[in-house]
């Protein structure tokens, strides 16, 4: 796959490069943990990094495969719908075990 340009000119590789995402490469498999501090360990393995023309910062995930990632009672404000858009999480490149 060739490194694609986001609308602002710079390729993908170089945004993921000044979100301070240097340590991955694409197709490398990693896992997700929910940053949401509520006590319970919330980790979704095996997946893997595929760049995209996403905001600095974001990263996607398909459900319902990331589902464990969102706590029951993490929600938006009004009108109170679970807050599957806005789950904080971290890469771990360890992620390809279980």
Same mark, same amino acid.
């Not at 301070?20 to 943990?33: N, P, Y």
């Given at each position: 796959?060739?490194? &694609?340009?986001? !609308?602002?000119?710079?390729?993908? =590789?170089?945004?993921? +490069?000044?979100?301070?995402?240097?340590?991955?490469?694409?197709?490398?498999?990693?896992?997700?943990?929910?940053?949401?501090?509520?006590?319970?360990?919330?980790?979704?393995?095996?997946? &893997?990094?595929? !760049?995209?023309?996403?905001?600095? =910062?974001?990263?996607? +995930?398909?459900?319902?495969?990331?589902?464990?990632?969102?706590?029951?009672?993490?929600?938006?404000?009004?009108?109170?719908?679970?807050?599957?858009?806005?789950?904080?999480?971290?890469? &771990?490149?360890?992620?390809?075990?279980?």
């Amino acid at each position: 796959m060739s490194d &694609r340009t986001t !609308p602002a000119g710079p390729t993908i =590789t170089e945004a993921m +490069a000044r979100s301070g995402v240097t340590s991955l490469s694409e197709e490398q498999v990693v896992g997700l943990e929910g940053a949401v501090q509520d006590g319970a360990e919330r980790v979704v393995q095996e997946l &893997r990094v595929i !760049p995209y023309d996403l905001p600095d =910062t974001c990263v996607s +995930a398909c459900y319902p495969e990331a589902n464990p990632l969102i706590p029951v009672g993490y929600h938006d404000g009004p009108p109170n719908t679970p807050a599957c858009k806005g789950v904080p999480v971290r890469i &771990r490149a360890d992620g390809a075990g279980a």
